[in-house]
């Protein structure tokens, strides 16, 4: 099994940013690759960002790309999320899960997931 546990969601004025950690445990040699997803209520569950386990070859939703960054701390076993510029379209419960594959957006092949953290944006 892998846990994550998210934290870093909260308030934020349009434009502020916000860091999103994810903290990883367990059989982590299962986990190929972390992801961020974000879902909204009344909306599916949507793609962010995504790295491989080793920290390489980050790759991101069209709607976040070059606002938000996605990073990983190999001695913390976290996978960060920086948010820039946040917008009113940004708010949900964003949370991060392990894949055992690398270079996928879809949630369906995604095998572990945390509970999820909130973010909300103020205009």
């Known amino acids: 099994q892998v846990q994550l546990v998210e934290s870093g969601g909260g308030l934020v004025q349009a434009g502020g940013s916000l860091r999103l950690s994810c903290v990883v445990s367990?059989?982590?040699?299962?986990?190929?690759?972390v992801g961020w997803f974000r879902q909204a209520p009344g909306k599916e569950r949507e793609f962010v960002a995504a790295?491989?386990?080793?920290?390489?070859?980050?790759f991101y939703a069209d709607s976040v790309k070059g606002r938000f960054t996605i990073s990983r701390d190999n001695a913390k076993n976290t996978v960060y999320l920086q948010m820039n510029s946040l917008k009113p379209e940004d708010p949900a419960v964003y949370c991060c899960?392990?894949?055992?594959?690398?270079?996928?957006?879809?949630?369906?092949?995604?095998?572990?997931w945390g509970q999820g953290t909130q973010v909300t944006v103020s205009s």
């Open positions: 899960a392990a894949s055992k594959k690398v270079g996928t957006r879809s949630p369906y092949e995604y095998d572990y």
């Open positions: 367990g059989r982590t040699f299962s986990a190929s690759a």
């Open positions: 790295i491989t386990w080793s920290g390489g070859y980050p």
